[in-house]
């Protein structure tokens, strides 16, 4: 060792020393285990390669199925099993060095009553939860229907459905404060018109073809699109062991299912149906006035899948629902005093409702390996509805559609261990068709259209008569880098529609890194996009009676969270968001086109050109939201007996400003200004931001599940909101307007037009909205399946929660009129007592 | 005039330019409201109200009450402002008019809105003097700007912002 004389040479010789031996200390050691679930055993005597993006590592499993190996570095690796009958690939991380880890080689064969849970998807992080459907079937307060547990998640609102001056959602669901009626709802990537039936309990899914339903609720990924709202992704059952079967009975309605594997295991097929006879049991007690015939309904899902190979898969999935709802007030009256008539306020009126869908999908998937995946997808979807109303100066009569076929293809490639790339494309060929004529209020900033005002009606009909043929284009794609515990998610999509020839693009990052070092590892995450939308389905998009030329709504959405995984049951997430609304589509008084066709199609003989031809709507509206959430989770594992359950809480705030004139805000609105001055005057809004009608300062839900032994469950829900924000009615209009059926005097609300006053509009709030739902199960064990009966109790310590104002209009402005408006799960006893509104049911498995 | 043309020419360089850019509707739609704004003259309600009158007098000259010759714009003027004024002008400046108008119609009604209703009634009329039908009554014919479904609509346009006659 003479040269290592000097304390100089000794440091390079450290430092060599160092160096080479750097890959051997930075190496990780770990202990592997092959496990076959269906077993329950070790696999032993098997060769197992581990791929490095250096080097393949072999290793040989023991009499247990254990194996000892090293890698370079922490990270995801991909183990590749040599059996006799073929290689097996299994994808795993290694998270700390002398750990152990486990590779299930195969599934947990599926139990009575349980369901399969396949391989998941690589999904983002930022703004998801997902829901199993064992967590959520049996959910207290959703009245048996797994959809409506989606309301427990953070950021998630359910509007009443009549609550007051704030209904009208009808089943739809708020998300961070966006509007109900821009969020997307897929099953299997298929799309489904509304989620609900006209009793807004029920969905057209049935339940027990779900398999995981997932919520986006901020930026989500580039594959999604058409919401600036959220996405609910529901998943679909894929396979079956055998064949099972359910039918179940409530009060609302009766459901059946049957799945069976088909061709030795090669092909699946699912059925699944739902009707609503709420017409039939409510309906026949007596209990509804006359003229009210309750919501009738129909849904149904079917699919199919057959594998012909490991590498090629065909499927086919259906699915419809059709609802009707009919209304028709005596016009008369049979007691002396028609205030006292259920439907004396609406006396004459008619409503004929009726709405479904069909989606056809034909899908093929080819998978040459675990590397490469291919979907092609034939899409027949036709929605529809038919609308009859008469209601004063109210007329519509329409049936309208808008049916498309589309082939959409969606790629997953994974070309190397640190990218994954997503690449999808479609084409849509689609017709919109309307015949008929409908209404629209005249003036949006009336807060109190009087429907019997003929003199100077709130209301003017129009011919909305339209068929159109559009073609629609988008592609998408995202690339997602995993570079050790860090991820990077960039995509962009492009949506282009030939009707108004435009498009939308929307660029989307997502970046999130993983700290090992505390508990089970930290997981920081933050993302922002543009998102679109388009009312492919909607009157303002009209060429009649709308604006051909309006454009995608739009919204950027920013989030970004901290994910705690405390233990394996155990984790918090929490998250911040904010979502800017742009481009949101208002009813536009002012809005016009130089000239045009009249759009009275009655007087276009004798006048047939105007100027300033009404456009009627514009993409003048803004908003935004922002808030914070906190989820903290306590897991299960699937069908197993230990219990469950999370606590969401969320803060949020919401605003909107249609940006139009408004003359409350206008000191000189008596003077009568030239059309050519209101439209100037117009160009430069005077409306202010409001809080939006749905918006909801605090959401909290508190949820447990527990299925105590083989034969009882039970389950609990405490549900905390504050109240939405409404606008007091101040008065009336004097009754200047009688119905003419039944000569009742219409009082017509009247509303603050003072911007500066507590009464202006949603300015207001009730007292918050809490309850607490119980249910608990009983199961009944045969050869043959098993017996589920339930009993639901919901609002357990019976709060008259309120959900708005409710005004009689055949009865002038007092103390008592208007009253609060309470929600339905209290129920009074003949004595005057009140107890919980309970539900009782039963499910058959076999 | 030319700052008029300058911003005239200068809209439509706007216009131009923003039909290559593509522009959204709502920004073409505020151009042309603007170019419209830009290009129409300043309201001048007085003027308006002093040819309506001469319109009216022309008309009404061949009523059965009146001698060919004798009505007048100082007989009119009299008339109309109970023997106060003796010319339109001042019978228009003191809010006075052929029939009586509102008290509040100067506060009430923008500049525009005013000459526009007066330019209706003028409108009137003239097609009955085309007409040749300027042989009824004064207060037939007066009221008859009341009824005549033209005027009317006339009327009407000058106060709505959208869905005009031509």
């Known amino acids: 060792m003479k040269f290592l004389t000097t304390p100089k040479q000794n440091w390079i010789f450290f430092l060599l020393s160092l160096l080479f031996l750097s890959s051997e200390i930075s190496a990780v050691a770990f202990r592997g285990r092959l496990f076959s679930r269906v077993k329950n055993q070790g696999e032993p005597g098997l060769t197992v390669v581990i791929v490095t993006p250096t080097s393949k590592i072999p290793a040989q499993t023991d009499a247990e199925g254990y194996f000892d190996a090293e890698v370079p ?56 939860y997902k829901v199993r459907y064992d967590e959520i079937k049996r959910m207290p307060g959703t009245l048996g229907e797994a959809l409506n547990a989606l309301q427990t998640l953070p950021g998630v609102f359910a509007p009443p459905v009549f609550g007051g001056n704030n209904g009208g959602c009808f089943g739809g669901i708020v998300i961070r404060g966006a509007d109900c009626r821009t969020n997307t709802y897929l099953y299997d990537d298929l799309p489904i018109y509304y989620a609900y039936h006209f009793d807004s309990i029920n969905s057209v899914i049935h339940n027990d073809l779900i398999k995981t339903i997932d919520i986006y609720t901020g930026a989500y990924p580039a594959n999604f699109n058409n919401a600036t709202g959220g996405v609910v992704e529901i998943e679909s059952t894929e396979a079956a062991k055998k064949a099972t079967g359910s039918f179940n009975m409530s009060f609302l309605l009766g459901q059946a299912m049957y799945q069976t594997p088909l061709f030795n295991g090669k092909g699946y097929l699912a059925a699944g149906g739902k009707v609503g006879y709420l017409d039939k049991t409510l309906g026949s007690t007596g209990l509804v006035p006359d003229g009210i015939r309750l919501p009738q309904y129909n849904s149904s899902n079917v699919k199919f899948i057959y594998n012909f190979n490991s590498q ?53 998937t080819w998978t040459p390996s675990t590397k490469f995946s291919n979907r092609l997808t034939l899409i027949n979807y036709e929605p529809f509805n038919n609308t009859n109303v008469q209601f004063g100066s109210l007329e519509a009569n329409f049936r309208a559609s808008a049916p498309y076929v589309g082939m959409r293809q969606d790629l997953v490639w994974n070309p190397t261990n640190y990218l994954k790339i997503d690449l999808g494309s479609e084409g849509r060929v689609i017709n919109y068709n309307i015949t008929g004529y409908s209404f629209r209020l005249k003036d949006p900033n009336n807060p109190a259209p009087n429907p019997y005002d003929l003199t100077n009606p709130s209301f003017e009909k129009s011919d909305i008569t339209q068929k159109t043929r559009s073609n629609y284009f988008n592609a998408y794609t995202t690339f997602h880098f995993t570079f050790g515990n860090f991820k990077f998610e960039p995509g962009v999509r492009h949506d282009y529609l030939d009707y108004g020839k435009q498009g939308a693009t929307g660029p989307r990052a997502i970046l999130s890194y993983k700290v090992n070092g505390i508990l089970k590892g930290t997981t920081f995450f933050g993302g922002a996009g543009d998102y679109a939308r388009f009312p492919y389905f909607d009157q303002a998009i009209s060429r009649e009676s709308g604006n051909p030329n309006i454009q995608f709504e739009k919204a950027r959405k920013y989030g970004g969270g901290i994910d705690q995984q405390i233990t394996d049951d155990w984790s918090v997430k929490g998250e911040l968001f904010k979502q800017e609304f742009t481009s949101q589509i208002v009813n536009d008084p002012y809005i016009s086109e130089p000239y045009g066709l009249n759009p009275d199609k009655f007087q276009r003989l004798q006048r047939p050109v105007v100027t300033n031809r009404p456009l009627n709507y514009s993409n003048s509206g803004t908003g935004w939201s922002h808030g914070y959430e906190i989820f903290i989770k306590k897991a299960n594992r699937p069908n197993s007996k230990d219990w469950f359950g999370w606590i969401s809480y969320t803060w949020s705030q919401s605003f909107r400003n249609n940006n139009i004139y408004n003359a409350d805000y206008d000191p000189n609105r008596n003077v009568l200004l030239s059309g050519d001055q209101q439209r100037l005057r117009a160009l430069y809004p005077n409306s202010r931001e409001l809080i939006f009608e749905y918006d909801i300062t605090q959401l909290l839900s508190v949820v447990y599940g527990w299925r105590l032994t083989e034969e009882y469950q039970i389950g609990g829900r405490w549900f905390y909101r504050s109240a939405t924000p409404y606008t007091p009615i101040i008065g009336d209009d004097g009754g200047q307007f009688k119905n003419p059926y039944n ?91 009140l107890i919980p509104f309970f539900n009782v049911g039963m499910e058959v498995r076999f | 005039m030319l700052v008029r043309i300058i911003l005239l020419l200068s809209l439509l360089f706007q216009i131009t330019c923003a039909q290559k850019n593509e522009k959204s509707y709502q920004d073409l739609y505020a151009l042309r409201i603007l170019l419209e704004t830009a290009t129409k003259p300043k309201p001048n309600p007085q003027a308006a109200c002093i040819d309506a009158m001469r319109s009216a007098e022309a008309c009404i000259a061949t009523a059965p009450e009146f001698q060919s010759g004798t009505l007048t ?18 019978l228009c400046a003191n809010n006075l008019y052929m029939y009586p108008l509102p008290a509040n119609f100067v506060t009430n009604n923008s500049d525009a809105v005013r000459e526009c209703y007066f330019k209706c009634d003028s409108s009137y009329w003239k097609t009955r003097k085309n007409l040749n039908t300027c042989n009824g009554t004064v207060a037939i014919m007066t009221t008859g700007i009341f009824n005549d479904s033209g005027t009317t609509t006339c009327k009407r346009n000058c106060s709505s912002s959208v869905n005009n006659t031509p």
């Open chain 1, 743 to 833: 000569s009742q005097i219409y009082w017509n609300p009247r509303y603050s037009t003072n911007p500066y006053s507590t009464d202006y509009t949603n300015s207001r709030r009730q007292a918050p909205y809490h309850r607490f739902d119980i249910r608990i199960d009983k199961f009944l064990s045969y050869e043959w399946g098993y017996v589920n009966l339930y009993l639901e109790i919901i609002n357990m310590y019976v709060r008259k929660n309120i959900n708005g104002e409710n005004f009689s209009s055949t009865a002038p402005y007092s103390k008592r009129n208007p009253e609060p408006q309470n929600d339905f799960f209290t129920l009074q006893l003949p004595n005057g007592m």
């Open chain 1, 73 to 128: 570095s922490l990270g995801n690796y991909t183990f590749r099993i040599l059996r006799p009958t073929g290689i097996q690939e299994i994808e795993k991380s290694i998270t700390a060095d002398g750990e152990v880890v486990t590779l299930y080689t195969d599934k947990t064969p599926k139990p009575k009553g349980g369901i399969d849970v396949e391989g998941q998807k690589d999904k983002t992080i930022l703004s998801r």
């Open chain 1, 312 to 364: 090629h898969q065909l499927s086919f999935t259906s699915l419809t629902a059709l609802d009707g709802f009919v209304l028709k007030a005596p016009g008369g009256f049979g007691s002396n005093d028609p205030t006292k008539e259920p439907l004396a306020a609406v006396a004459g009126a008619s409503v004929a409702a009726g709405q479904g869908f069909r989606t056809l999908g034909l899908r093929y």
């Open chain 2, 73 to 90: 714009e100082n007989s009119y003027s009299l008339i109309s402002s109970s023997n106060r004024f003796t010319t339109y002008s001042d």
